[in-house]
């Protein structure tokens, strides 16, 4: 790890006389703070603080650590603070984590696009169907479709992702169709394992409406319960960019469409702002810019209706920082 920026930590929780308080200067998170603390200690080869329920106080080779980590800074601060040309162009790898479903529809076309840009940048993807630990499994950006960001990490929201309510037509021919958000409650829906798997949330006239719903099948990827829906094995609230061609070809009908299925943000969430590298800081923005200009991208979730062309509708893209 930086051993500057992990003096920097390790000043900054001495004077502050607690991890919270430093994480709040620092702009970074609590894991990552913790983190830097135990590789000062690591190096220093030490316990550098006492710890109590009510405060912290340095050892003795912690003050010994805080006067060398005071003059490394020092130094480090004279250094002319030109860099070599190049070096803040993006190269390296970025290690980014999302779900199967956003990957397939749309992150995959936004990474080639980057990467086309971008040709010294390198990109693992990954794909993961609940929140990972970004400090322990090494990620750089988590791209999550979220309502309920971890308190103690960074997000920039990239842009809206709204929901449909779905069932294909062999289900509503054998079970009906729901008039109401309040006949789901009668029908077998089909629900994801980490998100609304008991209520669903509408917005009807300006009021909001929540819905309980139950089924017989749940999962943790949406693209198994839309290849479930498309089968017949229920009602679905299914991200638009997912259902919107298997509804246009008919295999799934749109449900309840005077209900408007409460929107979620797409996320890029990520540990620090502190020292980003141009590589993910240029693919933040480039996530921005890319979900609000891809054609493909806004046709998949605003789709058309019929007879009516493709418009170029933008989204926000605007910060919302969480600490």
């Known amino acids: 790890m930086d051993r500057i920026t992990a003096a920097q930590v390790f000043v900054a929780i001495a004077e502050r006389g607690s991890m919270v308080a430093?994480?709040?200067?620092l702009d970074m998170s609590r894991a990552m703070v913790t983190r830097y603390l135990a590789e000062m200690e690591q190096w220093a080869?030490?316990?550098?603080?006492?710890?109590?329920?009510?405060?912290?106080?340095?050892?003795?080779?912690?003050?010994?650590?805080?006067?060398?980590?005071?003059?490394?800074?020092?130094?480090?601060?004279?250094m002319a603070v030109t860099s070599p040309e190049g070096l803040d162009t993006p190269h390296g790898l970025l290690r980014i984590t999302c779900s199967q479903s956003l990957a397939q529809t749309a992150l995959a076309g936004?990474?080639?696009?980057?990467?086309?840009?971008?040709?010294?940048?390198?990109?693992?993807?990954?794909?993961?169907?609940?929140?990972?630990?970004?400090v322990e499994q090494r990620i750089d950006l988590a791209i999550r479709i979220t309502n309920a960001l971890e308190p103690n990490l960074i997000a920039r929201q990239l842009a809206s992702c709204a929901s449909v309510v779905c069932a294909a037509p062999s289900y509503l021919a054998a079970h009906g169709t729901p008039r109401r958000a309040e006949d789901?409650?009668?029908?077998?829906?089909?629900?994801?394992?980490?998100f609304g798997k008991s209520l669903w949330q509408f917005t009807l006239h300006g009021e909001a409406l929540t819905v309980p719903v139950s089924g017989r099948l749940s999962a943790n990827e949406s693209l198994v319960l839309l290849v479930a829906?498309?089968?017949?094995?229920?009602?679905?609230m299914q991200p638009r960019y997912s259902a919107a061609p298997l509804i246009a070809s008919g295999q799934l009908v749109e449900l309840l469409p005077a209900y408007q299925p409460?929107?979620?943000?797409?996320?890029?969430?990520?540990?620090?702002?502190?020292?980003?590298?141009?590589?993910?800081?240029?693919?933040?923005?480039?996530?921005?810019?890319w979900f609000a200009g891809d054609a493909d991208w806004l046709a998949a979730i605003a789709p058309p209706l019929p007879g009516r062309p493709v418009g170029r509708r933008r989204h926000a893209g605007r910060a919302a920082d969480v600490l």
């Open 22 to 25: 430093a994480s709040e200067a």
């Open 45 to 78: 080869g030490a316990r550098l603080l006492h710890r109590t329920t009510r405060r912290l106080s340095l050892t003795d080779a912690g003050d010994a650590t805080l006067a060398r980590c005071r003059q490394m800074l020092e130094v480090a601060g004279a």
């Open 110 to 134: 936004a990474v080639t696009a980057y990467l086309r840009r971008y040709p010294r940048a390198a990109v693992d993807l990954q794909m993961e169907n609940r929140a990972v630990n970004l």
């Open 184 to 194: 789901l409650a009668l029908h077998n829906c089909l629900t994801y394992t980490y």
């Open 229 to 236: 829906t498309v089968a017949g094995a229920g009602i679905a």
């Open 262 to 289: 409460q929107d979620m943000g797409i996320y890029g969430v990520y540990t620090s702002r502190q020292h980003m590298s141009p590589l993910l800081r240029t693919m933040l923005d480039f996530l921005v810019e």
